[in-house]
């Protein structure tokens, strides 16, 4: 199984942190972006979106994170991260649709202006980071009152919906609006629940 992706990206930790889960070990291609290699033609042969991840798995390929992991988790041996039961999985996968709809953008929005924009020796816009943590904030007050009586947004159990928030949560964990996540009680302590899982400790180490 061959992974194309960056280590720092968010879509590629999702997926590496699903092999983790399954305790697989995939060959990483790493695709330089800072470089604009996932724009070169070679690449885009295999990815049309000029995008990463990629997966190249025994002649089969494929692309988009979030369908990757389904796919991991279905055809991998090992701890299943899709609930069996309609109502735990129709949970699993409305937490992926909103981390999709409504946190990601925002959210990212707070890292791209106060982490890479400086990093690229640019400001940042603040009225954007402002706005911003309006609409995250919003978002995880829901997630905080879903997590009142479940361990996990499937319900008991650890699943793709959770792999799905981990790289972005890490991202704004290390921006002074990290207090999004603390100033929440449920959202601080599944926070401390699944970043703490070896899984993650590699990926993100
Ligand atoms: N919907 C895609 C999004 C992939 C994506 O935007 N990847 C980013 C890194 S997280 C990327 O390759 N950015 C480089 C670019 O946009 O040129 C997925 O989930 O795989």
Redesign the pocket.
């Given at each position: 199984m061959k992974l194309y992706g960056?280590p720092g990206?968010?879509?590629?930790r999702k997926v590496l942190t699903t092999l983790a889960e399954k305790g697989r070990e995939a060959e990483f291609v790493s695709i330089d972006?800072f470089k604009g290699q996932?724009?070169s033609p070679d690449y885009l042969a295999k990815h049309p979106f000029?995008?990463?991840?990629f997966l190249e798995d025994d002649g089969f390929t494929m692309?988009?994170?979030?369908a990757i992991i389904r796919y991991l988790d279905a055809k991998l041996p090992g701890p299943k991260l899709t609930p069996g039961d309609a109502p735990s999985l129709g949970r699993m996968e409305q937490w992926i649709s909103v981390e999709q709809s409504y946190f990601t953008s925002p959210c990212m929005t707070i890292v791209r202006e106060l982490v890479f924009t400086p990093m690229r020796g640019g400001t940042p816009d603040m009225d954007k980071v402002f706005k911003a943590r309006g609409e995250t904030g919003k978002v995880l007050d829901v997630v905080d009152r879903a997590l009142m009586s479940q361990a996990y947004l499937a319900g008991d159990t650890f699943s793709l919906a959770d792999i799905s928030w981990l790289p972005y949560l890490q991202y704004l964990s290390a921006t002074p609006h990290g207090t999004l996540i603390t100033e929440r009680p449920f959202v601080k302590s599944w926070w401390q629940r699944i970043s703490t899982r070896p899984s993650w400790k590699k990926v993100n180490g």
């Open positions: 960056h990206s968010t879509c590629t972006l996932q724009k000029g995008v990463v991840p692309y988009e994170s979030r």
